[in-house]
Structure formats: structure tokens, C-alpha cells
């Protein structure tokens, strides 16, 4: 075991290698750094470099064996912390530019992880924690007070990859409980954006995409409960949107789009419930529209809303099995209500100001 620490050193260069094979390396520039390398078994490689006042790191590698870590700070106030005890086969990185900045990563118990945190301006705060295997996680940000959290716990080869360049932007991913072979990726560009990916609870082979371009947008993409082989994607280009998919309870080998141009507008997809197989989309160009589509307890239904215009309602509600609906509303002030059960086929457009219809199929 070698334990390293050192603090108030205004600049300083210094590696060591023992005689367990681990290796440390510190660089330190500036004033009242503190830096804190902790090795234990063998083959462990620790580098950390800080340049700026008043900086902080740890790299916790005890009782650990063939873990990488890697953690560079410029600046000042800034904190990062690489946790890989009782590991082995890990690797993570950590880069900060900027003031008062925070990142953990906490590979902590387990074997083949890859994590990546880079944040550049000031207050942001990022975290990844893995406990698993063979996953990948990587952060990027760049602006100022922006957080986002990467949580692969109980999980295998999930891979998760989250960007937010702007301010007081928000982004989660949760690939937890039993879920494995997950895909999650979050983009934002803007300010005060939020997105949550959930990938939890026996959750396996699931991709889901959130793209975010403006401000006050909110996306939720939930990949959950016994759900695999689901794609979900949402973009969002404006402000105040709001966009939600479900794909859960049983939920397998489903499609799921929505689209948003605009202002204020609400978009819903659910697909639940011994759901198979079924495509539903939704594009919204406008403001303050609104569309819904469940389908639920039935297999090989296609769902379309296309709304063009402002201050529209469009719901869709396909139950049973093969169904087809495809709805375009062009104008505003348009209420659109639709309900199909069991093999229903419907294309229809809809065009001018305040149409108000409702529609039952049933067999």
C-alpha cells in the first residue's frame, strides 16, 4: 500500500513507482492545491495534474488491481474525486477547466468499466457511478452551472454518453437494476434544459436519444420494468417543450419519435403493457399544441400525429392488435380525439381553425 498527500506546495513534479508495480504521478502549480493518491495490490496507474489555487484531488485506488485513473484541473476551486477501490480493469478520466467546478466517479467494487468527465466554465457538477461490468460513460460540459449524473449501477455493457453546452442545463441517465446492453445518449444545446433517460429495472437492449437545441425544454425517455429491443428518440428546436416516451411494463421491439418546432408545446408517447412491436410518432411545428398516443395490450399498430399550427389537441388511443392511424392537422385550434381497437385503418387530414372531432373504430 502507498499513500500520497500533498497540499500548499506552490509548484511541484513528482512520480513514484513501488514496489507493488503501481504508479502515481503529480503535477501541481499554483497555491494551496490538495492532492491525495491512495494505491493498494498491483498494476494500478494514478496521474493527476492541477494548475490554479486552491484545487482538489483524490484518486482512491486501495485494494485495487490494473485500474487506470487520470484527473487534470486548471484554474481555481475546482474538485474531483476517482474512487476504484476493490477494483480492477477500470478506467477513468477526469478534465476541468474553469472555477468551482465538481466531478466524481465511482468505479468502486468492480471490473472493466470506462467513464470520461469533461467540464469546461464555472459551478458545473457531473457524476458517474458504476457498479457493474463492461460499461461506458462519458460526460462532456461546457458553460456555467449545468449538472448531470451518469448512474450504472447493477447493470452490464450499457452505454451512456451525455452534452450540454450552455447554462443551467440539466441531464440524467439511469442504467440500473438488472439492466444491460443499453444504449443512452443526451445532447443539449441552450439554457435550462432538462432530460432524463431511464433504463432501469431489467431493462436490456434499449436505445433511447434525446436531442435538445434552445431553452426551458424537458424531455423524459423511460425504457423500464422488463422492457428490451424498445428505440425511443426525441428532438426538441425551441423553447418550453415538453416531450415524454414510455416504453415499460413489458414493452419489447417498439419504435417511438416525437419531433418539436416551437414554443410550448406537449407531446406524450406510451407504449406499455405487453406492447409489441408498434410504431408511433409524433412532429409538432408550431406553438402550444398538444398530442397523445397510448398504445397499449396489442402488437403491430402504427400511430402518426402531425400537427402544423398553434394551440391544437390530437389524441390517439390504439388498443388490440394490428391498427393503423395516420393524423395531419393543419391550422389552429383543432381538438382531434381517436380511439381504435383491432385491426382499424384510418388516414385522415384536417385543415382550417377551432374542428372539433371524435372518432371510435371498433371492430
Known sequence: MKKIYLTG?????????????????LTQSGAENIATIDQGNSGNTASVGQTGDRNNSTVNQQNAALNSAIIIQTQNDNTALINQESASNN???????????????????????????????????????????????????SGNNNIGSINQSLSAGN??????????????????DYSASNVGTITQLGSDNFALIDQSGISVFNTALINQDGAGNNATISQTGLSAYNDAAITQAGSGNSALISQSLLSGLNLATINQIGIGNDAAITQVGLSGENEATIVQNGNNNEANILQ????????????NGN?????????????????????????????????????????????GITIVQTP
Open 296 to 307: 397499449s395490450l396489442g402488437q403491430n399498430n402504427e400511430a402518426s400525429i402531425q400537427q
Open 9 to 25: 506546495l506552490a509548484v511541484l513534479s513528482l512520480s513514484i513507482a513501488y514496489a507493488q508495480t503501481n504508479t502515481a504521478t
Open 311 to 355: 394551440n391544437n389537441f390530437a389524441g390517439i388511443e390504439q388498443n388490440g392488435n394490428n391498427n393503423l392511424l395516420n393524423l395531419v392537422q393543419n391550422g389552429d385550434g383543432g381538438n382531434l380525439s381517436i380511439t381504435q381497437t383491432g385491426g382499424m385503418t384510418l388516414n385522415i387530414g384536417i385543415s382550417g381553425t377551432n374542428n
Open 91 to 141: 478506467t477513468a478520466t477526469i478534465g476541468q477547466n474553469g472555477n468551482n467546478n465538481a466531478a466524481t466517479i465511482d468505479q468502486a467494487g468492480e471490473i472493466n468499466n470506462v467513464a470520461f468527465i469533461s467540464q469546461a466554465g464555472d459551478d458545473n457538477t457531473a457524476s458517474i457511478l458504476q457498479d457493474g461490468e463492461s460499461n461506458l460513460a462519458s460526460f462532456l460540459q
Open 159 to 176: 452505454q451512456a454518453n451525455a452534452s450540454q453546452i450552455g447554462d443551467r442545463n440539466n441531464a440524467t441517465i439511469n442504467q440500473t
